[in-house]
Protein backbone atom coordinates (compact mmCIF):
# COMPACT_ATOMS: atom_id res chain seq x y z
CA UNK A 1 0.00 0.00 0.00
CA UNK A 2 1.02 3.63 -0.54
CA UNK A 3 3.21 5.39 2.04
CA UNK A 4 4.03 8.78 3.05
CA UNK A 5 7.66 8.78 4.47
CA UNK A 6 8.87 11.77 7.36
CA UNK A 7 11.78 11.77 10.03
CA UNK A 8 10.26 11.07 13.31
CA UNK A 9 11.38 13.92 14.74
CA UNK A 10 13.21 17.52 13.63
CA UNK A 11 14.93 19.80 16.31
CA UNK A 12 15.87 23.28 16.07
CA UNK A 13 17.35 26.38 18.14
CA UNK A 14 14.94 29.65 18.48
CA UNK A 15 15.16 31.77 15.61
CA UNK A 16 16.75 28.77 13.06
CA UNK A 17 14.75 27.17 10.29
CA UNK A 18 12.90 24.00 10.35
CA UNK A 19 13.12 21.82 7.34
CA UNK A 20 10.42 18.39 7.40
CA UNK A 21 10.64 15.94 4.49
CA UNK A 22 7.59 14.28 3.25
CA UNK A 23 8.52 11.32 0.48
CA UNK A 24 6.28 9.42 -1.87
CA UNK A 25 6.00 7.90 -4.99
CA UNK A 26 2.86 9.48 -6.20
CA UNK A 27 3.97 13.07 -4.95
CA UNK A 28 4.96 13.95 -8.60
CA UNK A 29 1.38 13.95 -9.60
CA UNK A 30 -0.62 14.84 -6.41
CA UNK A 31 -0.73 17.54 -3.80
CA UNK A 32 1.24 17.85 -0.75
CA UNK A 33 -0.63 19.28 2.78
CA UNK A 34 0.56 19.96 5.87
CA UNK A 35 -1.47 19.90 8.97
CA UNK A 36 0.27 21.00 12.77
CA UNK A 37 -1.18 19.35 15.92
CA UNK A 38 -0.08 20.67 18.97
CA UNK A 39 -0.42 18.46 22.20
CA UNK A 40 -4.25 17.58 22.71
CA UNK A 41 -5.39 19.66 20.27
CA UNK A 42 -6.69 19.23 16.43
CA UNK A 43 -4.93 19.37 13.90
CA UNK A 44 -4.70 22.94 11.81
CA UNK A 45 -4.11 23.55 8.29
CA UNK A 46 -0.79 25.34 7.58
CA UNK A 47 0.12 24.78 3.92
CA UNK A 48 -2.08 23.51 0.86
CA UNK A 49 -1.18 22.27 -2.47
CA UNK A 50 2.15 22.14 -2.04
CA UNK A 51 3.23 25.78 -0.98
CA UNK A 52 0.10 27.78 -0.65
CA UNK A 53 -0.39 29.11 3.07
CA UNK A 54 -4.08 29.94 4.73
CA UNK A 55 -4.62 33.82 5.36
CA UNK A 56 -3.91 33.05 8.83
CA UNK A 57 -0.68 31.46 9.48
CA UNK A 58 2.38 33.29 9.70
CA UNK A 59 4.48 34.15 6.48
CA UNK A 60 7.45 31.94 8.43
CA UNK A 61 6.26 28.30 7.04
CA UNK A 62 6.25 27.96 3.54
CA UNK A 63 5.94 25.13 1.34
CA UNK A 64 7.73 23.20 -1.73
CA UNK A 65 7.33 20.53 -3.89
CA UNK A 66 9.99 19.05 -6.24
CA UNK A 67 9.94 14.78 -7.74
CA UNK A 68 9.19 12.65 -4.71
CA UNK A 69 10.00 14.98 -1.78
CA UNK A 70 7.49 17.54 -0.62
CA UNK A 71 8.85 20.35 2.15
CA UNK A 72 7.62 22.18 5.26
CA UNK A 73 9.98 24.82 6.08
CA UNK A 74 9.98 27.27 9.28
CA UNK A 75 11.89 29.95 8.66
CA UNK A 76 12.57 31.37 12.28
CA UNK A 77 11.28 28.89 14.37
CA UNK A 78 9.77 29.94 17.38
CA UNK A 79 9.19 27.93 20.92
CA UNK A 80 5.04 28.20 19.60
CA UNK A 81 5.97 26.08 16.47
CA UNK A 82 6.48 22.95 18.89
CA UNK A 83 4.14 20.55 17.32
CA UNK A 84 3.64 17.40 15.59
CA UNK A 85 3.36 17.83 11.78
CA UNK A 86 1.93 15.67 9.38
CA UNK A 87 1.93 15.79 5.47
CA UNK A 88 -1.12 14.07 3.57
CA UNK A 89 -1.76 13.59 0.00
CA UNK A 90 -3.67 10.95 -1.82
CA UNK A 91 -2.21 7.64 -3.67
CA UNK A 92 -2.09 7.67 -7.32
CA UNK A 93 -5.75 6.59 -7.83
CA UNK A 94 -6.94 9.05 -5.90
CA UNK A 95 -9.02 7.18 -4.01
CA UNK A 96 -6.97 6.73 -0.81
CA UNK A 97 -6.05 9.98 1.31
CA UNK A 98 -2.71 8.81 3.29
CA UNK A 99 -0.81 10.70 6.19
CA UNK A 100 2.61 10.56 7.20
CA UNK A 101 3.93 9.12 10.32
CA UNK A 102 4.74 12.86 11.66
CA UNK A 103 7.42 14.74 12.55
CA UNK A 104 7.61 16.05 15.86
CA UNK A 105 9.35 19.83 16.05
CA UNK A 106 11.22 20.84 18.73
CA UNK A 107 12.49 24.08 19.35
CA UNK A 108 14.74 24.71 22.13
CA UNK B 1 -16.75 31.19 11.87
CA UNK B 2 -16.23 27.04 10.54
CA UNK B 3 -17.62 24.98 13.57
CA UNK B 4 -17.57 21.20 13.32
CA UNK B 5 -18.98 19.14 17.40
CA UNK B 6 -18.31 15.82 17.02
CA UNK B 7 -20.80 13.58 19.66
CA UNK B 8 -21.49 10.00 19.80
CA UNK B 9 -18.27 8.13 21.51
CA UNK B 10 -17.60 6.11 24.40
CA UNK B 11 -16.50 2.87 25.96
CA UNK B 12 -18.24 -0.27 23.57
CA UNK B 13 -17.69 -4.00 24.05
CA UNK B 14 -15.90 -5.82 20.87
CA UNK B 15 -17.99 -6.79 18.16
CA UNK B 16 -21.04 -4.04 19.02
CA UNK B 17 -21.61 -1.00 17.24
CA UNK B 18 -21.60 2.97 17.84
CA UNK B 19 -22.73 5.56 15.87
CA UNK B 20 -20.79 8.75 15.83
CA UNK B 21 -22.31 12.64 14.41
CA UNK B 22 -20.96 15.88 13.51
CA UNK B 23 -22.99 19.15 13.53
CA UNK B 24 -21.49 21.60 11.44
CA UNK B 25 -22.34 25.53 11.61
CA UNK B 26 -20.56 28.53 9.95
CA UNK B 27 -20.32 27.71 6.22
CA UNK B 28 -22.85 26.31 3.61
CA UNK B 29 -22.52 22.11 4.81
CA UNK B 30 -24.11 20.67 0.88
CA UNK B 31 -21.02 22.71 -0.47
CA UNK B 32 -18.18 20.31 0.85
CA UNK B 33 -17.25 17.42 1.16
CA UNK B 34 -16.59 15.58 4.49
CA UNK B 35 -14.18 13.41 6.20
CA UNK B 36 -14.03 11.57 9.06
CA UNK B 37 -10.08 11.02 10.30
CA UNK B 38 -8.91 9.04 13.77
CA UNK B 39 -5.97 8.73 15.95
CA UNK B 40 -5.36 5.97 17.95
CA UNK B 41 -3.91 6.92 21.82
CA UNK B 42 -0.25 8.39 21.12
CA UNK B 43 -0.57 7.34 17.31
CA UNK B 44 -0.38 9.37 14.01
CA UNK B 45 -3.34 10.65 12.43
CA UNK B 46 -5.92 7.73 10.20
CA UNK B 47 -7.82 8.72 7.10
CA UNK B 48 -11.23 6.87 7.60
CA UNK B 49 -14.00 7.80 5.15
CA UNK B 50 -15.01 10.32 2.98
CA UNK B 51 -18.02 11.48 1.59
CA UNK B 52 -18.93 13.40 -1.28
CA UNK B 53 -20.60 16.73 -0.87
CA UNK B 54 -23.68 15.76 -2.23
CA UNK B 55 -23.75 11.92 -0.54
CA UNK B 56 -23.07 10.72 -3.99
CA UNK B 57 -19.70 8.77 -3.41
CA UNK B 58 -18.43 7.21 -0.52
CA UNK B 59 -14.37 6.75 0.33
CA UNK B 60 -13.44 4.19 2.84
CA UNK B 61 -9.82 3.20 4.35
CA UNK B 62 -8.94 -0.14 3.89
CA UNK B 63 -8.62 -0.75 7.63
CA UNK B 64 -12.04 0.25 8.04
CA UNK B 65 -14.26 -0.94 4.28
CA UNK B 66 -17.28 -3.34 4.90
CA UNK B 67 -17.49 -2.22 8.50
CA UNK B 68 -18.19 1.42 8.71
CA UNK B 69 -20.28 3.66 6.86
CA UNK B 70 -19.91 7.47 6.00
CA UNK B 71 -23.79 9.62 5.83
CA UNK B 72 -24.84 12.96 5.67
CA UNK B 73 -27.87 14.54 6.33
CA UNK B 74 -27.49 18.36 4.22
CA UNK B 75 -31.00 19.49 5.62
CA UNK B 76 -29.58 19.22 9.38
CA UNK B 77 -26.31 20.25 8.24
CA UNK B 78 -24.98 16.91 9.82
CA UNK B 79 -22.30 14.12 9.13
CA UNK B 80 -22.38 10.66 10.26
CA UNK B 81 -20.09 7.20 11.01
CA UNK B 82 -21.88 4.62 11.50
CA UNK B 83 -19.06 1.44 12.75
CA UNK B 84 -20.14 -1.66 13.01
CA UNK B 85 -18.10 -4.78 14.66
CA UNK B 86 -16.18 -2.66 16.28
CA UNK B 87 -12.08 -4.05 16.83
CA UNK B 88 -10.18 -3.04 20.25
CA UNK B 89 -7.70 -1.62 17.45
CA UNK B 90 -10.55 1.15 16.31
CA UNK B 91 -10.09 2.66 20.00
CA UNK B 92 -9.15 6.09 18.82
CA UNK B 93 -10.27 10.04 19.20
CA UNK B 94 -12.29 10.40 15.58
CA UNK B 95 -12.33 13.42 13.87
CA UNK B 96 -14.69 14.56 10.90
CA UNK B 97 -13.10 17.63 9.12
CA UNK B 98 -14.24 19.47 6.18
CA UNK B 99 -13.39 18.74 2.54
CA UNK B 100 -13.32 21.68 0.40
CA UNK B 101 -12.00 21.27 -3.72
CA UNK B 102 -8.38 21.36 -5.02
CA UNK B 103 -7.89 23.63 -7.91
CA UNK B 104 -6.87 19.90 -9.63
CA UNK B 105 -10.52 18.56 -8.21
CA UNK B 106 -9.62 16.23 -5.57
CA UNK B 107 -10.91 17.03 -1.68
CA UNK B 108 -8.58 18.14 0.82
CA UNK B 109 -9.07 18.79 4.68
CA UNK B 110 -8.87 22.20 5.81
CA UNK B 111 -10.97 22.55 9.21
CA UNK B 112 -11.25 19.84 11.48
CA UNK B 113 -13.52 19.58 15.23
CA UNK B 114 -12.16 18.62 18.01
CA UNK B 115 -12.40 15.03 18.29
CA UNK B 116 -14.56 12.47 20.08
CA UNK B 117 -12.78 9.51 22.05
CA UNK B 118 -13.94 6.08 21.29
CA UNK B 119 -13.02 3.22 23.53
CA UNK B 120 -13.56 -0.28 22.27
CA UNK B 121 -12.68 -2.14 25.24
CA UNK B 122 -14.45 -5.85 27.19
Known amino acids: SYELTQPPSVSVSPGQTARITCSGD??????AYWYQQKSGQAPVLVIY???KRPSEIPERFSGYSSGTTATLSITGAQVDDEADYYC???????????FGGGTRVTVL | QVKLVESGGGVVQPGRSLRLSCEASGFTFGDYGMYWVRQGPGKGLEWVAL????????KYGDSVRGRFTISRDNSKDTLFLQMDSLRAEDTATYFC???????????????WGQGVLVTVSS
Open chain 2, 97 to 111: ARGPYDSSGYYYIDY
Open chain 1, 49 to 51: EDN
Open chain 2, 51 to 58: IWFDGSVE
Open chain 1, 26 to 31: ALPKKY
Open chain 1, 88 to 98: CSTDFTGNHWI
